[in-house]
C-alpha cells in the first residue's frame, strides 16, 4: 500500500516538475503557432436554397389540379438537386471555369490528375440538407471573392441542369405526343375513307334523319298505292272511260315503282346504318383524341420555350470577412493543453516506476 499515490503525492510530484512541464508546454505551444502562420487561409461562402415544385414547370392544360400547386418541392425534389449538386457535370464545370488544376497546383498531365482535383474540391465544397429542409451550399477557398463566385456559380449550375432535365423529359413527352398525332391522324384519314365508301355503298346521307323520312316516304307510298288500287276496283265496276281507267293502271304502277324505291333505299339504309354510326363515333372519338393531343403538344412546346426556375434562392453567397480556418487560436490552446495533460501523465507514470520495488516479491 505504501507504493500507491494518493491525491496529495500527485499535486507534489507536480509542483515538482512544474518548470519542466510548463517550459515543454511552452515549447509546444510556440511550435505550434509557427506551424500555424504556415497553414494556408481558407475563407468559407455559402448559399442557401429550396427546391422548386416541377409543376411550376408544367403547362397549365396538364396539371392535375389547377386549385392546388405546390411551389415548393418534395423530399424527391430535394434529392434530385442534392445529387445534381454531388455529379461530375458541376463539378467539371467548376474546375473548368475557375481553372481549379492551376488553383489547387496539380499538373493536368498527371494521369491522376482528374481524382486529384475532384478530391480536393470535394474537401473544400460541400452541400446538404439543413434542418429547414433548405439546401445550404458552401465552397472554401484561399480567396474570399471567389468562394463566394464558386458558391453562387454552383447553385447556378444546379439549377441549370435540373432545368435541363425537366426540359429533356417534357421534349421526350412532346415527341411523343408528335408520334401519335401521326398515328392517330393516319387513322383518322383511314375512317373517313371507310365512312365515305359505306355512305356511297348504301346512299346514306343524313344517319340523323334519312331513316325517319324514308319510313315516311314508304308509308306515304303504302297509302296513296292502296288508294289508288281501291279507286281503280271502283272504277273497273263502273261505266268509265278507257282514259281514265288506263291513267289511274299508270298511276298505280308508277307508285308501285314508287313504293319498291322507297322500300329499297329504307332496306338499304337499315342494312348500313349501324356500320355507319359506328364508324362516325370511332370518327368522332379519333377526331377528339387529335384535338385534345393537338393542345397538349401546343401547350407543351410553348412552355419548352418558357423560362423557370427548379430553386428558390433564400440567400446569396457573399464574400466573407472572416477566415473559416485555420483556427490558430485553438490550435494553440489545444496543443498546449494536451502537453500539459500529457506532460502530467508522464511524470507521473516516472514517479510511480521509482517507488516499485523490484526485489520484492
Given at each position: 500500500m505504501e507504493n500507491e499515490f494518493g491525491i496529495v503525492d500527485v499535486v507534489k510530484v507536480i509542483l515538482r516538475w512544474w518548470k519542466k512541464i510548463a517550459i515543454a508546454t511552452f515549447i509546444i505551444a510556440s511550435i505550434t503557432a509557427v506551424i500555424s502562420l504556415m497553414?494556408?487561409?481558407?475563407?468559407?461562402?455559402?448559399?442557401?436554397?429550396?427546391?422548386?415544385?416541377?409543376?411550376?414547370?408544367?403547362?397549365?392544360?396538364?396539371?392535375?389540379?389547377?386549385?392546388?400547386?405546390?411551389?415548393?418541392?418534395d423530399d424527391t425534389d430535394i434529392d434530385r438537386l442534392l445529387s445534381i449538386s454531388q455529379s461530375n457535370e458541376l463539378k467539371d464545370f467548376l474546375i473548368s471555369k475557375f481553372?481549379?488544376?492551376?488553383?489547387?497546383?496539380?499538373?493536368?498531365?498527371?494521369?491522376?490528375?482528374?481524382?486529384?482535383?475532384?478530391?480536393?474540391?470535394?474537401?473544400?465544397?460541400?452541400?446538404?440538407?439543413?434542418?429547414?429542409?433548405?439546401?445550404?451550399?458552401?465552397?472554401?477557398?484561399r480567396d474570399p471573392e471567389t468562394s463566394a463566385q464558386m458558391a453562387n456559380s454552383a447553385r447556378n449550375k444546379i439549377n441549370e441542369i435540373a432545368q435541363k432535365l425537366i426540359k429533356e423529359s417534357q421534349s421526350q413527352t412532346s415527341d411523343g405526343y408528335a408520334r401519335s398525332l401521326t398515328e392517330k391522324e393516319t387513322l383518322l384519314t383511314l375512317f373517313n375513307d371507310s365512312l365515305s365508301v359505306l355512305r356511297v355503298k348504301y346512299n346514306v346521307i343524313d344517319t340523323e334523319n334519312?331513316?325517319?323520312?324514308?319510313?315516311?316516304?314508304?308509308?306515304?307510298?303504302?297509302?296513296?298505292?292502296?288508294?289508288?288500287?281501291?279507286?281503280?276496283?271502283?272504277?273497273?265496276?263502273?261505266?268509265?272511260?278507257?282514259?281514265?281507267?288506263?291513267?289511274?293502271?299508270?298511276?298505280?304502277?308508277?307508285?308501285?315503282?314508287?313504293?319498291?324505291?322507297?322500300?329499297?333505299q329504307l332496306k338499304n339504309y337499315n342494312k348500313g346504318i349501324n356500320q355507319i354510326k359506328s364508324m362516325e363515333l370511332q370518327l368522332q372519338t379519333a377526331s377528339n383524341q387529335v384535338g385534345l393531343l393537338k393542345e397538349r403538344k401546343s401547350q407543351l412546346d410553348a412552355t419548352l420555350s418558357t423560362p423557370f426556375s427548379a430553386l428558390h434562392v433564400v440567400e446569396e453567397a457573399h464574400k466573407p470577412v472572416i477566415k473559416s480556418r485555420p483556427k490558430r487560436t485553438v490550435m494553440v490552446l489545444g496543443a498546449g493543453a494536451l502537453t500539459?495533460?500529457?506532460?502530467?501523465?508522464?511524470?507521473?507514470?516516472?514517479?510511480?516506476i521509482k517507488k516499485i520495488d523490484w526485489n520484492k516479491p
Open positions: 497553414v494556408p487561409v481558407y475563407y468559407e461562402a455559402g448559399t442557401t436554397f429550396y427546391a422548386a415544385s416541377p409543376e411550376l414547370a408544367a403547362p397549365a392544360p396538364l396539371s392535375t389540379n389547377q386549385d392546388i400547386i405546390s411551389v415548393y418541392g481553372n481549379l488544376y492551376e488553383r489547387y497546383e496539380i499538373d493536368p498531365e498527371d494521369p491522376k490528375a482528374p481524382y486529384k482535383v475532384q478530391l480536393k474540391l470535394s474537401k473544400l465544397y460541400q452541400a446538404n440538407k439543413n434542418k429547414f429542409d433548405a439546401i445550404f451550399l458552401t465552397v472554401e477557398d334519312q331513316g325517319q323520312v324514308l319510313a315516311e316516304n314508304s308509308s306515304s307510298a303504302e297509302f296513296l298505292l292502296s288508294e289508288a288500287e281501291a279507286r281503280y276496283t271502283s272504277l273497273k265496276t263502273g261505266n268509265y272511260s278507257s282514259d281514265t281507267i288506263a291513267n289511274l293502271r299508270s298511276k298505280i304502277a308508277g307508285l308501285k315503282a314508287r313504293k319498291r324505291s322507297v322500300d329499297g500539459f495533460i500529457f506532460g502530467c501523465l508522464i511524470v507521473l507514470f516516472l514517479e510511480g
